[in-house]
């Protein structure tokens, strides 16, 4: 019975360590000179309004993820330029979607366990984790035809409770892992 209830911490604990991860995808136009780019500037509207009041009216959000892309392009050489005509603009989105995953335990499992697991998989077998899935989705564009030339796109869960300095981590932590593909190397 020890041993059962070794795995099954394991892998809840796995499950949890899986949900820390951030999931990272980006695309670009393979027509697109990007060694030429040395300035940037952030469309007029930087994010759009996403009905969802978490998101929408967050300043403190919004401050953290300007202050992430600006210090990253920033690392990789680019200039931000205040005025004037930028090599390319920058606009994000923000989504925070509500998410269920449901672990069901085989009857020999569950019927091992002790009942202080009955407080997390009840009497059928079952555990419900709930949690806030965030995206973020960085564009980048031709400020002239504002035609898309490269998107970058992460995944992760979100903490509502973390402290701001865990906040202001997490959002440097996938802004970084965003940028981290931009600008494309040709291969």
């Not at 300043?59 to 005025?83: N, S, V, Y």
């Not at 091992?112 to 997390?120: A, G, I, N, R």
């Amino acid at each position: 019975m020890k041993g059962i209830k070794s795995i099954l911490i394991l892998l809840l604990v796995a499950l949890m360590a899986g949900c820390a991860t951030v999931s990272v995808y980006n695309d670009f136009d393979p027509r697109t000179d990007f060694s030429i780019l040395k300035t940037y500037g952030w469309w007029p509207e930087s994010s759009e309004k996403m009905g969802d009041e978490r998101i929408d009216n967050n300043p403190t959000l919004h401050a953290r993820i300007h202050a992430a892309i600006d210090t990253k392009l920033t690392l990789k050489g680019f200039q931000k330029m205040a005025t004037g005509a930028p090599d390319f603009s920058v606009r994000y989105y923000v989504i925070a979607e509500d998410k269920k995953d449901i672990l069901r335990l085989q009857p020999s499992i569950h019927d091992s366990l002790d009942s202080k697991w009955s407080d997390y998989f009840g009497d059928g077998g079952v555990a419900t984790f709930h949690y806030t899935e965030g995206t973020l989705i960085v564009n980048i564009a031709d400020p002239q035809t504002q035609k898309l030339i490269w998107r970058g796109i992460a995944r992760v869960v979100v903490d509502p409770n973390a402290s701001p300095e865990k906040k202001t981590s997490t959002v440097n932590n996938v802004v970084a892992k965003i940028l981290a593909a931009f600008p494309p190397q040709k291969k």
